[in-house]
């Protein structure tokens, strides 16, 4: 469980939780379920290659050019551990409300 300044941007930590449960999934689907733009998609997808978190294919289908995405081993531990970390910060946030209002 650790914090992980890489996927603190919403479109990072969303692309990379849209593909934890996808073999690979095309950049025109990435950007249209983050409903974000082309070069957003371009920026932080990059971002995560570099980091390797994200494994990149290009290709086509018929003459027209396609991007894949998914994510590497490395990027599913960071996620794991990101998520996990946001859900015991979450979980200690609300743990002393719980207990305050047991105690009125």
Known sequence: MS??????TGPRLALCALL?????VDFATARDMLA???????????????????EVR???VG???RTWFRLTP?????LTGHLAW??????????PAEKDEANL
Request: hydrophobic fraction near 35%.
């Open 86 to 95: 946001l859900t015991a910060l979450s979980n200690a946030h609300g743990a």
């Open 20 to 24: 934890q449960g996808a073999e690979w």
């Open 74 to 78: 490395t990027g599913r531990a960071a």
């Open 3 to 8: 914090r992980d300044p890489l996927l603190e």
């Open 36 to 54: 974000v733009s082309d070069s957003a998609i371009s920026k932080h997808s990059r971002t995560l290659e570099e980091a390797g978190y994200l």
């Open 63 to 65: 003459r027209r050019p």
């Open 58 to 60: 290009k290709g086509s």
